[in-house]
């Protein structure tokens, strides 16, 4: 089964900047649709950007311009690029296949907005 796990997260202040990477663990990544999420305390799991297998992407509307998600199918990664951060991007990021996250959920990666 594929496996995906997050990295990259940590402390930043407003204004900054943040790279997360997901990796897979399969034969068959290439193929899927993959989608970074994020969940804030006391908020439910959303949708943050998904990644076709072709490289067509999509970005939720509070993130649009600010963050940029691509791929690697050769090396089995999705970036998720974060810049001009906000204290409102402060969640768990969680990697997982689209549209809506098909594969057991992982730990995560902490993103922390703070000045």
């Known amino acids: 089964q594929e496996q995906l796990v997050e990295s990259g997260g940590a402390l930043v202040q407003p204004g900054g900047s943040l790279r997360l990477s997901c990796e897979g663990f399969?034969?068959?990544?290439?193929?899927?649709?993959v989608g970074w999420y994020r969940q804030a305390p006391g908020k439910q799991r959303e949708s943050v950007a998904q990644?076709?297998?072709?490289?067509?992407?999509h970005y939720a509307d509070s993130v649009k311009g600010r963050f940029t998600i691509s791929r690697d199918n050769d090396k089995n990664t999705v970036s998720l690029q974060m810049n001009n951060l906000k204290y409102e991007d402060t969640a768990v990021y969680y990697c997982?296949?689209?549209?809506?996250?098909?594969?057991?959920w992982g730990q995560g990666t902490q993103v922390t907005v703070s000045s």
């Open positions: 997982n296949t689209g549209p809506h996250g098909g594969l057991p």
């Open positions: 399969g034969s068959t990544f290439a193929l899927f649709i």
């Open positions: 990644i076709t297998s072709g490289g067509v992407v």
